[in-house]
C-alpha cells in the first residue's frame, strides 16, 4: 500500500510517535450509548472526488469519495426531481381535464335526461286517471 501513495502524499501524512493506552472497556452490563443521528454531508465543490482521486493516486479512497458525491448529488436531485415530477403531472392532469370536461359534461346531461324521462315516465303510468 505504501508504494502506491505519492511520496508527497506520505510526508504530510501524521506519523505515531508515542504508544496510546487503550481506554478501559465498559462493564458487560452497563447500558449501551445511542449513536447520534447522521448529520447530512457537507456540499462539495464541483470536482472533489477528481482531485481527490488526484491528490491521494489511491483507487479506494477515489472511489469513495466519488460514492459520496454520487449521494450528495442524488439527495439534491431527489428533492429538485419531486418538485418537477409533481408540477409534469399537475400541468398534463390539466390538460386532460380540459379535453374531459366537455364528454363529462355532455354525459352526465344525457344520464339527468334519462332519469328525468324515466321519471315522469313511471309517475304517468302510476296516475291513469289524470289526463293532460
Known amino acids: ?41 457537507p456540499a462539495a465543490a464541483p470536482g472533489f472526488a477528481a482531485e481527490l482521486a488526484t491528490a491521494s493516486g489511491a483507487g479506494a479512497s477515489a472511489s469513495a469519495a466519488e460514492e459520496a458525491l454520487v449521494a450528495r448529488v442524488l439527495e439534491r436531485l431527489d428533492l429538485a426531481l419531486d418538485a418537477r415530477v409533481q408540477q409534469v403531472i399537475y400541468d398534463v392532469l390539466q390538460e386532460q381535464m380540459k379535453e374531459l370536461a366537455p364528454r363529462i359534461r355532455q354525459r352526465v346531461d344525457n344520464a339527468v335526461r334519462k332519469a328525468v324521462q324515466q321519471a315522469v315516465a313511471e309517475e304517468v303510468r302510476a296516475t291513469p286517471g289524470r289526463s293532460n
Open 1 to 41: 500500500m505504501v508504494a502506491t501513495l505519492p511520496r508527497k502524499l506520505l510526508r504530510s501524512l501524521p506519523t505515531l510517535t508515542e504508544v496510546v493506552a487503550a481506554p478501559p472497556l465498559p462493564p458487560a452490563d452497563a447500558p449501551v450509548p445511542e449513536a447520534p443521528a447522521p448529520q447530512p454531508a
